[in-house]
Protein backbone atom coordinates (compact mmCIF):
# COMPACT_ATOMS: atom_id res chain seq x y z
CA UNK A 1 0.00 0.00 0.00
CA UNK A 2 1.68 3.82 -0.95
CA UNK A 3 0.92 6.07 2.18
CA UNK A 4 0.09 9.28 0.42
CA UNK A 5 1.46 11.54 3.41
CA UNK A 6 0.75 15.78 3.50
CA UNK A 7 2.75 17.82 1.55
CA UNK A 8 5.90 15.39 1.01
CA UNK A 9 6.00 15.49 -3.01
CA UNK A 10 7.97 13.14 -5.84
CA UNK A 11 11.90 13.83 -5.75
CA UNK A 12 11.90 13.21 -9.59
CA UNK A 13 9.22 16.03 -10.16
CA UNK A 14 10.23 19.61 -9.84
CA UNK A 15 6.34 21.32 -9.19
CA UNK A 16 5.17 24.77 -10.56
CA UNK A 17 2.55 26.09 -8.21
CA UNK A 18 -0.10 27.47 -10.25
CA UNK A 19 -3.16 26.74 -8.01
CA UNK A 20 -2.72 28.49 -5.07
CA UNK A 21 -1.33 31.83 -6.50
CA UNK A 22 -4.43 31.76 -8.12
CA UNK A 23 -6.75 30.86 -5.13
CA UNK A 24 -5.08 33.79 -3.35
CA UNK A 25 -5.84 36.15 -6.24
CA UNK A 26 -10.10 35.65 -5.95
CA UNK A 27 -10.14 35.00 -2.05
CA UNK A 28 -9.47 38.79 -1.15
CA UNK A 29 -12.19 40.07 -4.36
CA UNK A 30 -14.75 37.71 -3.02
CA UNK A 31 -14.56 37.81 0.86
CA UNK A 32 -15.17 40.47 3.33
CA UNK A 33 -12.09 42.17 5.06
CA UNK A 34 -13.71 43.68 7.96
CA UNK A 35 -17.60 42.08 8.25
CA UNK A 36 -20.04 44.06 9.62
CA UNK A 37 -23.35 44.13 10.78
CA UNK A 38 -25.41 47.83 10.02
CA UNK A 39 -28.29 47.87 11.76
CA UNK A 40 -30.92 50.52 10.61
CA UNK A 41 -34.45 51.49 12.69
CA UNK A 42 -37.29 51.41 10.58
CA UNK A 43 -39.72 53.25 13.39
CA UNK A 44 -38.76 56.97 14.78
CA UNK A 45 -36.87 57.05 18.62
CA UNK A 46 -35.43 53.31 17.83
CA UNK A 47 -31.39 54.67 17.21
CA UNK A 48 -30.43 54.05 20.21
CA UNK A 49 -31.84 50.68 20.37
CA UNK A 50 -30.51 49.84 17.13
CA UNK A 51 -26.87 51.42 17.95
CA UNK A 52 -27.29 49.06 21.14
CA UNK A 53 -27.97 45.85 18.39
CA UNK A 54 -25.88 46.88 16.04
CA UNK A 55 -22.70 46.55 18.51
CA UNK A 56 -23.99 43.51 19.39
CA UNK A 57 -23.61 41.53 16.36
CA UNK A 58 -20.52 42.95 15.47
CA UNK A 59 -19.26 41.67 18.79
CA UNK A 60 -20.55 37.82 17.93
CA UNK A 61 -19.98 38.11 14.29
CA UNK A 62 -15.89 39.10 15.39
CA UNK A 63 -16.27 36.17 18.60
CA UNK A 64 -17.07 33.35 15.94
CA UNK A 65 -14.76 34.42 13.30
CA UNK A 66 -16.88 34.68 10.40
CA UNK A 67 -13.98 36.22 8.61
CA UNK A 68 -11.89 33.25 8.79
CA UNK A 69 -15.12 31.21 7.87
CA UNK A 70 -15.87 33.11 4.82
CA UNK A 71 -12.73 32.67 3.56
CA UNK A 72 -12.25 28.66 4.26
CA UNK A 73 -15.23 28.47 2.30
CA UNK A 74 -14.07 30.61 -1.05
CA UNK A 75 -11.33 28.08 -0.62
CA UNK A 76 -13.34 24.89 -1.62
CA UNK A 77 -15.29 26.90 -3.85
CA UNK A 78 -12.35 27.03 -6.13
CA UNK A 79 -10.87 23.40 -5.04
CA UNK A 80 -13.63 21.36 -5.24
CA UNK A 81 -16.38 23.79 -7.22
CA UNK A 82 -18.91 24.01 -4.24
CA UNK A 83 -17.89 25.67 -0.70
CA UNK A 84 -20.29 24.78 2.06
CA UNK A 85 -21.41 26.62 5.00
CA UNK A 86 -23.32 25.41 8.18
CA UNK A 87 -25.32 27.85 10.95
CA UNK A 88 -26.30 26.59 14.06
CA UNK A 89 -27.25 27.71 17.32
CA UNK A 90 -25.63 26.74 21.12
CA UNK A 91 -24.28 23.29 20.31
CA UNK A 92 -22.24 21.98 17.66
CA UNK A 93 -23.78 18.53 17.21
CA UNK A 94 -27.77 20.28 17.34
CA UNK A 95 -29.17 22.28 19.13
CA UNK A 96 -31.73 20.89 21.68
CA UNK A 97 -34.37 22.93 23.52
CA UNK A 98 -34.54 20.10 26.56
CA UNK A 99 -32.87 22.00 29.61
CA UNK A 100 -32.00 18.87 30.97
CA UNK A 101 -29.36 17.90 28.48
CA UNK A 102 -25.62 18.34 29.34
CA UNK A 103 -24.19 20.95 27.44
CA UNK A 104 -20.55 22.15 27.30
CA UNK A 105 -21.22 25.01 29.89
CA UNK A 106 -24.22 26.70 31.00
CA UNK A 107 -24.74 30.78 29.48
CA UNK A 108 -23.74 32.40 32.57
CA UNK A 109 -20.67 30.54 33.30
CA UNK A 110 -19.48 31.62 30.24
CA UNK A 111 -20.12 34.76 30.61
CA UNK A 112 -18.41 35.13 33.83
CA UNK A 113 -15.48 32.93 31.97
CA UNK A 114 -15.29 35.69 29.20
CA UNK A 115 -14.44 38.25 32.00
CA UNK A 116 -12.60 36.01 33.93
CA UNK A 117 -14.56 35.36 36.88
CA UNK A 118 -15.05 31.68 36.65
CA UNK A 119 -12.74 28.83 36.25
CA UNK A 120 -14.01 24.71 34.98
CA UNK A 121 -13.53 22.61 37.87
CA UNK A 122 -10.70 19.71 38.12
CA UNK A 123 -13.02 17.04 36.91
CA UNK A 124 -14.89 19.47 34.04
CA UNK A 125 -15.29 17.33 31.18
CA UNK A 126 -16.41 18.94 27.67
CA UNK A 127 -17.95 17.09 25.32
CA UNK A 128 -17.20 20.26 22.38
CA UNK A 129 -14.01 21.67 21.91
CA UNK A 130 -14.21 24.17 19.20
CA UNK A 131 -13.71 27.30 20.72
CA UNK A 132 -15.68 29.43 17.76
CA UNK A 133 -18.87 27.90 19.46
CA UNK A 134 -20.25 29.28 22.42
CA UNK A 135 -23.47 27.92 24.38
CA UNK A 136 -26.07 30.37 24.07
CA UNK A 137 -24.70 32.37 20.91
CA UNK A 138 -25.35 31.83 16.94
CA UNK A 139 -22.35 29.86 14.89
CA UNK A 140 -21.49 29.36 11.53
CA UNK A 141 -19.04 26.96 10.06
CA UNK A 142 -17.59 25.72 7.44
CA UNK A 143 -18.22 22.44 6.08
CA UNK A 144 -15.83 20.11 3.93
CA UNK A 145 -17.86 19.35 0.59
CA UNK A 146 -17.30 15.45 1.17
CA UNK A 147 -19.32 15.41 3.60
CA UNK A 148 -22.32 16.85 2.51
CA UNK A 149 -24.96 14.59 0.62
CA UNK A 150 -28.14 16.05 -0.93
CA UNK A 151 -30.52 13.96 -3.01
CA UNK A 152 -31.32 13.28 -6.53
CA UNK A 153 -32.40 16.42 -8.69
CA UNK A 154 -31.25 18.94 -6.28
CA UNK A 155 -29.88 21.59 -7.78
CA UNK A 156 -29.35 24.40 -5.16
CA UNK A 157 -29.44 24.18 -1.04
CA UNK A 158 -32.72 26.29 -1.12
CA UNK A 159 -34.15 23.70 -3.68
CA UNK A 160 -33.00 20.01 -1.93
CA UNK A 161 -35.75 17.16 -2.19
CA UNK A 162 -37.07 16.73 1.01
CA UNK A 163 -33.55 16.46 3.01
CA UNK A 164 -29.55 17.19 3.42
CA UNK A 165 -27.04 14.83 5.34
CA UNK A 166 -24.18 15.72 6.93
CA UNK A 167 -21.34 13.37 7.95
CA UNK A 168 -20.36 14.06 10.71
CA UNK A 169 -16.66 11.69 12.82
CA UNK A 170 -17.77 12.06 16.59
CA UNK A 171 -15.04 10.11 19.35
CA UNK A 172 -16.80 7.23 20.79
CA UNK A 173 -16.31 8.82 24.34
CA UNK A 174 -18.47 11.99 23.67
CA UNK A 175 -21.50 10.52 21.73
CA UNK A 176 -21.93 7.93 24.88
CA UNK A 177 -22.03 10.72 26.93
CA UNK A 178 -23.88 12.68 25.08
CA UNK A 179 -28.10 12.91 26.41
CA UNK A 180 -29.52 14.34 23.44
CA UNK A 181 -29.22 11.27 22.11
CA UNK A 182 -30.91 8.18 22.57
CA UNK A 183 -30.10 5.75 25.79
CA UNK A 184 -28.83 3.32 23.50
CA UNK A 185 -25.65 5.02 22.31
CA UNK A 186 -24.14 3.39 25.07
CA UNK A 187 -23.89 0.63 22.87
CA UNK A 188 -22.13 1.78 20.16
CA UNK A 189 -19.06 0.58 18.76
CA UNK A 190 -16.10 2.60 17.00
CA UNK A 191 -16.12 1.85 13.85
CA UNK A 192 -13.14 4.25 12.55
CA UNK A 193 -9.83 5.68 13.75
CA UNK A 194 -8.25 8.90 13.36
CA UNK A 195 -6.37 7.52 10.19
CA UNK A 196 -9.60 6.42 8.54
CA UNK A 197 -11.89 8.68 9.40
CA UNK A 198 -11.78 10.11 5.99
CA UNK A 199 -10.77 6.77 4.17
CA UNK A 200 -7.61 8.27 3.75
CA UNK A 201 -4.59 6.72 5.01
CA UNK A 202 -2.29 9.57 4.45
CA UNK A 203 -4.18 12.09 7.54
CA UNK A 204 -1.72 10.53 10.05
CA UNK A 205 1.29 7.80 9.64
CA UNK A 206 3.21 8.70 12.61
CA UNK A 207 1.21 8.61 15.29
CA UNK A 208 -1.85 6.21 14.54
CA UNK A 209 -1.26 3.94 17.44
CA UNK A 210 -2.24 6.64 19.70
CA UNK A 211 -5.37 7.66 17.64
CA UNK A 212 -9.00 7.74 19.77
CA UNK A 213 -11.34 5.82 18.77
CA UNK A 214 -14.52 7.34 16.19
CA UNK A 215 -17.94 6.42 15.43
CA UNK A 216 -19.88 7.90 12.13
CA UNK A 217 -22.61 10.35 12.58
CA UNK A 218 -25.34 11.32 9.88
CA UNK A 219 -27.20 14.12 10.74
CA UNK A 220 -30.65 14.47 8.01
CA UNK A 221 -32.32 17.49 8.39
CA UNK A 222 -35.95 16.56 7.22
CA UNK A 223 -36.88 19.69 5.34
CA UNK A 224 -40.83 17.86 5.10
CA UNK A 225 -41.01 17.58 8.90
CA UNK A 226 -38.95 19.86 9.79
CA UNK A 227 -37.02 17.31 12.18
CA UNK A 228 -33.39 16.16 12.61
CA UNK A 229 -33.02 12.96 12.46
CA UNK A 230 -29.20 10.92 13.33
CA UNK A 231 -28.23 7.58 13.08
CA UNK A 232 -24.78 5.67 13.41
CA UNK A 233 -22.87 4.09 10.84
CA UNK A 234 -23.25 0.40 11.90
CA UNK A 235 -26.48 0.72 13.53
CA UNK A 236 -28.55 1.99 10.93
CA UNK A 237 -31.83 0.72 11.92
CA UNK A 238 -32.27 3.04 14.87
CA UNK A 239 -32.06 6.86 15.05
CA UNK A 240 -29.91 8.18 17.27
CA UNK A 241 -31.90 11.14 17.52
CA UNK A 242 -35.41 11.93 15.94
CA UNK A 243 -36.54 15.64 16.80
CA UNK A 244 -37.98 18.71 15.73
CA UNK A 245 -35.01 21.52 14.30
CA UNK A 246 -35.96 24.90 15.62
CA UNK A 247 -32.68 25.59 13.49
CA UNK A 248 -35.12 24.42 10.37
CA UNK A 249 -37.38 27.72 10.56
CA UNK A 250 -36.04 29.37 7.94
CA UNK A 251 -34.97 26.88 5.89
CA UNK A 252 -31.70 24.21 5.86
CA UNK A 253 -29.14 25.50 7.78
CA UNK A 254 -26.51 25.11 4.92
CA UNK A 255 -25.48 27.24 2.20
CA UNK A 256 -23.43 27.17 -0.34
CA UNK A 257 -20.58 28.80 -2.81
CA UNK A 258 -20.40 27.94 -6.24
CA UNK A 259 -18.12 29.85 -8.49
CA UNK A 260 -19.10 27.84 -11.64
CA UNK A 261 -22.74 26.80 -11.65
CA UNK A 262 -23.92 23.18 -13.65
CA UNK A 263 -27.19 23.91 -13.96
CA UNK A 264 -28.41 20.14 -14.29
CA UNK A 265 -26.48 19.61 -10.55
CA UNK A 266 -26.01 20.75 -7.29
CA UNK A 267 -22.00 20.40 -7.12
CA UNK A 268 -20.17 22.96 -8.96
CA UNK A 269 -17.39 22.73 -11.38
CA UNK A 270 -13.58 23.09 -9.88
CA UNK A 271 -11.44 26.05 -11.13
CA UNK A 272 -8.54 23.58 -10.20
CA UNK A 273 -10.24 21.11 -12.45
CA UNK A 274 -9.63 22.87 -15.25
CA UNK A 275 -6.14 24.05 -14.06
CA UNK A 276 -4.74 20.66 -13.54
CA UNK A 277 -3.47 20.00 -17.46
CA UNK A 278 -1.70 22.88 -17.15
CA UNK A 279 -0.21 22.38 -14.14
CA UNK A 280 1.14 18.76 -15.10
CA UNK A 281 2.28 20.27 -18.31
CA UNK A 282 4.13 22.66 -16.62
CA UNK A 283 5.89 20.10 -13.95
CA UNK A 284 6.68 18.19 -16.57
CA UNK A 285 8.51 21.67 -18.61
CA UNK A 286 10.10 22.39 -15.25
CA UNK A 287 11.61 19.14 -14.72
CA UNK A 288 12.42 18.02 -18.43
CA UNK A 289 14.35 21.84 -18.55
CA UNK A 290 16.27 20.82 -15.21
CA UNK A 291 17.35 17.89 -16.05
CA UNK A 292 18.78 19.02 -19.62
CA UNK A 293 20.43 21.35 -17.67
CA UNK A 294 22.53 18.85 -15.72
CA UNK A 295 22.96 17.03 -18.90
CA UNK A 296 24.67 19.72 -20.72
CA UNK A 297 27.38 20.41 -17.67
CA UNK A 298 30.56 19.99 -19.15
CA UNK A 299 32.05 17.14 -17.98
CA UNK A 300 36.26 15.90 -18.21
CA UNK A 301 37.26 12.25 -18.42
CA UNK A 302 40.60 11.84 -16.85
CA UNK A 303 43.21 9.67 -15.45
CA UNK A 304 43.72 8.94 -12.30
CA UNK A 305 46.05 11.65 -10.71
CA UNK A 306 46.60 13.36 -13.85
CA UNK A 307 45.18 16.80 -12.10
CA UNK A 308 46.12 17.98 -8.57
CA UNK A 309 43.25 19.72 -5.94
CA UNK A 310 44.59 23.21 -7.23
CA UNK A 311 44.24 22.39 -11.45
CA UNK A 312 40.92 21.30 -10.66
CA UNK A 313 40.26 24.11 -8.36
CA UNK A 314 40.83 26.37 -11.48
CA UNK A 315 38.57 24.06 -13.72
CA UNK A 316 35.82 24.69 -11.74
CA UNK A 317 36.04 28.65 -11.35
CA UNK A 318 35.61 28.42 -14.77
CA UNK A 319 38.24 31.24 -15.91
CA UNK A 320 38.39 31.69 -19.51
CA UNK A 321 41.65 32.55 -19.35
CA UNK A 322 43.09 30.22 -17.04
CA UNK A 323 45.21 27.14 -18.35
CA UNK A 324 45.53 24.33 -16.81
CA UNK A 325 49.37 22.71 -16.72
CA UNK A 326 49.83 19.65 -15.37
CA UNK A 327 53.31 16.86 -15.43
CA UNK A 328 52.57 14.37 -18.62
CA UNK A 329 55.02 11.66 -16.92
CA UNK A 330 52.35 11.09 -14.69
CA UNK A 331 49.98 10.41 -17.68
Known amino acids: ???????????????VNLVFPL?????????????????????????IQARILESIDNWIVRRIGLKQTFKRIIQDACLFGTGIGKAGY?????????????????????????????????????????ELIIPGLPWYMRVHPRDIVVPFGTDSIRNCKGWIAHRVPRQIDDVMEDEK????R????????RQNVYEDPGITTKNSGL??????????????????????????????RNDPDPNQLGGVPFDGLVFNEDGEYFWGISDVQYLEPQQLEMNEIRTQFQKLRKD???????????????????LMRGEADTFV???LDNL
Open 23 to 47: IRSIVPRVYFRDPKVVVTPRKPGMG
Open 1 to 15: TILRIRNEFRADILP
Open 181 to 184: YESY
Open 90 to 130: DSEYGFTENPEVQRATSEEEMRMYEIGLWEPEEDYNALEYN
Open 211 to 240: SPDYVILWEIYDTKTRRIKVYAEGNEEEWL
Open 296 to 314: ALVKFLIKRGAFGDEDKDK
Open 325 to 327: ECN
Open 186 to 193: KKLKPTHT
